[in-house]
């Protein structure tokens, strides 16, 4: 990156407007990550752990002090049917939401999403007794 565009790259809201075509390395599995298959100009986490790093408070602003490392929590799905990744930060707490990109590791996706069924708020066997009871109302 030429050192001119380096530096406005720290404007606020550069991010905003320009897409991202940093390459970097995952802080939590150490895979190389490159902009190229995002399906977009903004890459803001890794296609294979889908974890971030908390650097912004609005999308693109990199405003955030934070700078901790977002864990993937949750997939839920836009309107349209787009999936989008909850990212928890594991310094501060912060909930960020963020596009799937198309390079994205579909069984971390998936695991992600299946997760809450793998462990349900309730004891399982209990489900038959539960159900003869929503039946009888």
Not at 24 to 30: D, P
Not at 34 to 42: F, I, L, M
């Amino acid at each position: 990156m030429k050192r001119e565009t380096k530096k406005r790259s720290f404007e606020k809201g550069y991010y905003k407007t320009n897409p991202c075509k940093e390459v970097f390395t995952c802080k939590v599995c150490g895979w190389l990550v490159t902009p190229e298959g995002a399906g977009s100009g903004h890459r803001n986490h890794c296609p294979n752990c889908l974890s971030s790093l908390h650097l912004d408070n609005e999308p693109g602003d990199r405003q955030a002090d934070c700078g901790g490392i977002m864990d993937p929590v949750a997939v839920w799905v836009r309107k349209g049917g787009e999936w989008a990744v909850i990212h928890r930060c594991r310094r501060c707490g912060a909930l960020h939401s963020n596009r799937v990109a198309g390079d994205d590791n579909p069984l971390k996706l998936l695991s992600i999403a299946l997760a809450p069924l793998a462990a349900p708020p309730f004891p399982v066997e209990h489900i038959q007794e539960i159900a003869q009871l929503m039946a009888d109302r």
